[in-house]
């Protein structure tokens, strides 16, 4: 169990729709990172936040967003939802921001959109 | 420019065999390679990681072998277990830009 949690576990919605997911860093940890993992394209990031404000952003698509708060619990809105969007999202955090603080990946969440 | 092409996809290796994965990359400014861990149902985990200033690192029965000027580094596991069955990932990065680049993934199976 890396100590980073991840809300829902499992997502059935309908194309067009918005979800948000949820993420709980480690306790302490002040970075948070969201990536997308799906059969094709891999584990690809998608953006990073350090204490509250964006540090990073990956290929991230316009229809999604996300942000960190003061809890720094961190939550990935995804909107406008395709076939294509169907993946699984990990949240990773870190103590740190920099490249080799070692992020901890939460157990994520399966998003699947019919 | 931004790849990490990672083979074999997939890997069958017998219980006590060496278990070899290959990267490589176009960025040479890529100064960090992690290797990840992922089990079926989990999310990946950091397995071992190398810089570029070295040519080996070993923890355990995982060694990386780096070579720069091939752009190139390999995962290698001694004495393979079937605990050792999950997908691995190699990926890079450049100091300063705090994203990872991942290969594809290689899904190894170690038979008993």
């Known amino acids: 169990d890396s100590g980073v949690t991840q809300t829902p576990k499992h997502l059935i919605t309908a194309t067009g729709q918005r979800v948000t997911l949820r993420c709980s860093p480690r306790s302490g940890d002040l970075s948070v990172y969201w990536y997308q993992q799906s059969l094709d394209q891999g584990l690809q990031f998608l953006i990073q936040?350090?204490?509250?404000?964006?540090?990073a952003k990956g290929n991230i698509l316009e229809r999604f967003s996300a942000q960190q708060f003061p809890d720094l619990h961190s939550e990935l809105n995804l909107s406008s939802l395709e076939l294509g969007d169907s993946a699984l999202y990990f949240c990773?955090?870190?103590?740190?921001?920099?490249?080799?603080?070692?992020?901890?990946f939460g157990p994520g969440t399966r998003l699947t959109v019919t | 420019q931004q790849q990490v092409k990672q083979s074999p996809q997939s890997l069958i290796v017998q219980k006590g065999g060496i278990s070899i994965i290959n990267c490589a990359y176009e960025?040479?400014?890529?100064?960090?390679f992690p290797w990840y861990q992922q089990f079926p149902g989990k999310g990946p985990a950091l397995l071992i990681a190398?810089?570029?200033?070295?040519s080996e690192k070993k923890e355990g029965r995982f060694t990386i072998s780096f070579n720069k000027s091939a752009k190139q580094f390999s995962l290698h596991i001694m004495d393979s277990q079937p605990g050792d069955s999950a997908t691995y990932f190699c990926?890079?990065?450049?100091?300063?830009?705090?994203?990872?680049?991942f290969g594809t993934g290689t899904r190894l199976k170690v038979l008993a």
């Open positions: 960025n040479t400014a890529f100064d960090y």
């Open positions: 936040y350090y204490n509250g404000e964006e540090r």
């Open positions: 990926a890079g990065s450049t100091s300063g830009t705090y994203k990872y680049i």
């Open positions: 990773a955090s870190s103590v740190g921001s920099g490249l080799f603080y070692e992020q901890y």
């Open positions: 190398i810089r570029p200033d070295v």
